[in-house]
């Protein structure tokens, strides 16, 4: 097992990793190599997350996408101007609304998902400044409200839950990325009470959506309560119940 997932690495390393830059790319050249200006801060995130979690927190190529999500990750909430120079120019039709104006959500919770993985010892001051800025953004959306209104919900679909969630993101896993990372604050109350609202009688979670496509085994059925979306409501709560304003 240890094999396969350590081969799996070094292909997305050898594929997908821009060295010169530091992020992962979506896509290759004719010589299968990653494409500068195809690097995405959903992807990196994505994959510094799995590498710390598969030990290669300390491999250079790691720190080097660390430093990727430090140095150009943006928490822009709406600003008059798109950014300027690498790696907001001449970005790939793929890439491209990753970046501008108004930063992408699931961009920023997917770069504090990847660093909050990292063990507080090993956080240097620009990761802690990074995780900051990343949630004070979730937090003024109150973590599934429109900042500029917040009367609406961002996206109806953030309301399921999802399991394995990997490219979607749901109300549940940004509230068990911020009590991960200690925070309880006030602005989190009505997401806080949403997942409340959704256990049943039984006191379990039932499961809305479960990834379709590229996975061998349906894990559980949608519609039905569900051990993975329990574990995780019930984990996040008691952590929210530990914590204090």
Same mark, same amino acid.
């Given at each position: 097992?240890?094999?396969? &997932? ?161 490219? !979607?993101?749901?109300?549940?896993? &940004? ?19 949403? &997942?409340?609202?959704?256990?049943? !009688? ?17 894990? !559980?059925?949608?519609?039905? !309560? ?20």
């Amino acid at each position: 097992m240890l094999f396969c &997932v350590q081969k799996a690495c070094e292909f997305l390393f050898e594929h997908s990793f821009e060295n010169q830059t530091g992020g992962f790319s979506f896509r290759c050249d004719k010589n299968s190599q990653a494409l500068k200006n195809n690097e995405g801060p959903c992807l990196t995130g994505k994959m510094v997350w799995a590498l710390v979690k598969f030990g290669y927190l300390n491999d250079p190529r790691a720190q080097k996408a660390i430093h990727w999500l430090t140095e150009y990750g943006r928490c822009d909430d709406g600003i008059d101007k798109d950014p300027e120079g690498y790696p907001y120019r001449n970005q790939s039709k793929k890439t491209k609304s990753c970046w501008g104006k108004h930063t992408c959500y699931r961009n920023i919770f997917w770069r504090l998902k990847a660093l909050s993985t990292i063990p507080p010892k090993n956080r240097t001051k620009k990761i802690n400044q990074t995780i900051d800025e990343a949630a004070e953004f979730i937090l003024k959306h109150h973590v599934y409200k429109r900042s500029h209104n917040l009367n609406e919900i961002i996206k109806d679909k953030w309301m399921s839950f999802i399991f394995p969630c990997f490219s !979607e993101i749901d109300i549940l896993q &940004v509230l068990e990325t911020l009590t991960h990372l200690g925070y309880k604050d006030k602005r989190m109350d009505d997401a806080i009470k949403y &997942v409340f609202s959704r256990q049943t !009688e039984s006191g379990r979670w039932i499961l809305d959506k479960a990834l379709k496509g590229r996975i061998r085994a349906k894990l !559980e059925e949608p519609g039905v !309560e569900s051990k993975w979306i329990t574990y995780k409501a019930i984990k996040t709560l008691n952590r929210w119940d530990s914590l204090a304003y």
